[in-house]
């Protein structure tokens, strides 16, 4: 019986295959204002190497996490750094939206996803879905435009990551 592909593996073959995006995250000011609380990170992390990079190396930690049975509570903090970071938003806020749309989503069983396709599917499903709870959390910051362009650069980014798209 093979073992099944490493996510990092299969990620980096389709990055390989989808070529760099040459998207760009959040403005600069927005990453030194909104990264000093990333959980397994330094702001530093990010900084060094690049946005992009730090929110591929995150989505492959949460897919391995998921593989790996790794615990619910690890594979939050994962989610929550990636939309810390993705989003430019606070950690309070990244961590309201795990809770909602991880925490509290028992039916989305991702830790028991069949296969790497499902969980990948799965887990683009929680990004969509964190746009409508953008508009619902309490505390969102006046800036939910902002909040909302930049889900719309992290979903573009990561959809094309994961699925090996252009971007363009």
Do not use: N
Not at 96 to 106: F, G, T
């Amino acid at each position: 019986m093979r073992a099944p592909p490493s996510a990092s593996g299969v990620f980096r073959h389709e990055r390989k295959r989808a070529g760099a995006t040459g998207l760009s995250g959040p403005r600069p000011e927005a990453l030194a204002h909104s990264l000093a609380h990333v959980y397994d990170h330094d702001p530093e992390d990010v900084t060094a190497l690049g946005w992009e990079e730090f929110i591929a190396r995150q989505w492959e930690s949460i897919f391995a996490g998921y593989r790996s049975k790794t615990g619910l509570r690890k594979v939050g903090r994962r989610w929550s750094d990636l939309l810390e970071a993705g989003l430019g938003c606070p950690q309070h806020l990244a961590d309201v939206l795990v809770r909602k749309e991880i925490i509290d989503r028992a039916d989305r069983d991702l830790e028991g996803a069949p296969d790497a396709d499902g969980l990948v599917t799965g887990m683009l499903e929680v990004l969509v879905d964190v746009r409508a709870d953008l508009l619902e959390v309490p505390g969102t910051p006046d800036d939910s435009a902002g909040l909302l362009e930049a889900h719309t650069r992290l979903l573009t980014f990561v959809r094309g990551y994961a699925l090996g798209l252009d971007a363009g």
